[in-house]
């Protein structure tokens, strides 16, 4: 339940209200923008007559929550989320790329590609360090070897990494190491995963599973933020389809749909959505026109010979043309790539 105040109430008044509602025994979330004072009432409400809530006089309006999520309810938090990873802002005005290899191959392979994507203009490094392959048998990543070279190439070339997390064993290491922790597809629903990553305050950048709807995936997210974290981003890449000319179907309308139900950033990844490099380009227009906060996007100097998702990958030079594709829409929109 949702209880929205009139302009300008004094605290006393407030506090009348706020111990009426803690006394039956609910949890009180209070959001008070410049115009706006807002009380998210969590707990069963179903029994709680609403209307009496009317009879203090500074109540604007109650609003029962249909949404199983709350914390990340934009009508909880009317205003946009932006989360700052390592000093880029995610959910303004500014649209965001994020570029890198499907995995950290070596120390000379992020090397390379580094001041590459820089150049081009992603303003934060990606990089796979333990990868979730389908084969038991396929490259499965360096493991912390390889986060320490993400955290390497984050000091030398001074730009913020993220790398996905698979397990709760490595928490401590990710918090350490890298700006932006990423839940992969294959985990937006192991829930203990989520529960330890609420209790930091690192940005977590929560992709959407391949099967789960827009509600399981803002309900995962809503495990992060009940446990106390904010700080999430939410990345749609692709669903599983009847339609196989792609590896996913880039679900465009979640932005959508996201934008209305969250206050929550959501970047896309067009390169899992795909599967093909030839098809990046496209879903990453798409997906700017759309709305989406950012892009994360693989890229390899040499995607023929990648030890994970080559097929997917773009060579530098056409993910710099890509960047200024994207930056005409974003003007076009009245945001910003910078
Ligand atoms: C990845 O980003 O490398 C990855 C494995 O993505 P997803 O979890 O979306 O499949
Ligand atoms: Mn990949």
């Not at 025994?25 to 008070?32: M, P, R």
């Not at 109650?62 to 959910?91: A, H, L, M, S, Y």
């Not at 990494?161 to 401590?172: A, T």
């Not at 529960?195 to 399981?216: C, H, V, W, Y």
């Amino acid at each position: 339940m949702i209880i929205k105040l009139k302009n300008k109430v004094a605290e006393e008044q407030v506090s009348s209200l706020k111990n009426r509602l803690l006394k039956q025994g609910f949890e009180l979330h209070e959001s008070i923008g410049e115009s706006t004072h807002i009380i998210g009432v969590i707990g069963d409400t179903s029994g709680f007559d609403i209307e009496s809530l009317y009879a203090f006089e500074f109540v604007e309006n109650v609003i029962r929550v249909q949404e199983p999520f709350k914390k990340v309810n934009r009508k909880f938090k009317p205003d946009d989320t932006i989360v700052d990873v390592g000093g880029v802002e995610i959910g303004g005005k500014n649209i965001v790329i994020m570029g890198g290899p499907c995995a950290v191959e070596s120390e000379e392979a992020i090397d390379e590609i580094t001041p590459l994507v820089k150049e081009a203009g992603a303003k934060i490094l990606r990089g796979g360090a333990f990868k979730p392959r389908t084969s038991p048998y396929s490259f499965q990543g360096l493991g912390l070897a390889g986060l320490d070279i993400l955290e390497n190439a984050k000091k030398k070339y001074n730009i913020p990494v993220v790398s996905e997390i698979m397990s709760v064993d490595e928490l401590p290491y990710f918090v350490e190491k890298v700006d932006l922790i990423q839940v992969g597809a294959r985990n937006m629903q192991n829930f203990n995963l989520l529960k330890e990553l609420g209790k930091t305050n690192k940005p977590i950048l929560l992709k959407r599973g391949f099967a789960s709807t827009i509600e399981e995936w803002l309900m995962s997210a809503e495990y992060i933020m009940a446990g106390g974290n904010p700080n999430v981003i939410l990345c749609e890449r692709g669903i599983r389809t009847y339609e196989n000319s792609t590896r996913n179907t880039l679900d465009i309308s979640s932005v959508a749909v996201i934008k209305r139900l969250t206050h929550l950033p959501i970047v896309i990844d067009p390169s899992h959505a795909a599967g093909r490099w030839e098809y990046v380009e496209s879903l990453s227009k798409a997906a700017i026109a759309a709305g989406a906060d950012g892009l994360i996007i693989e890229v390899h100097p040499n995607p023929e010979m990648a030890l994970s998702d080559g097929q997917q990958s773009l060579k530098p030079a056409r993910f710099a043309s890509l960047v200024q594709q994207c930056k005409k829409i974003a003007i076009a929109i009245d945001r910003t790539l910078d």
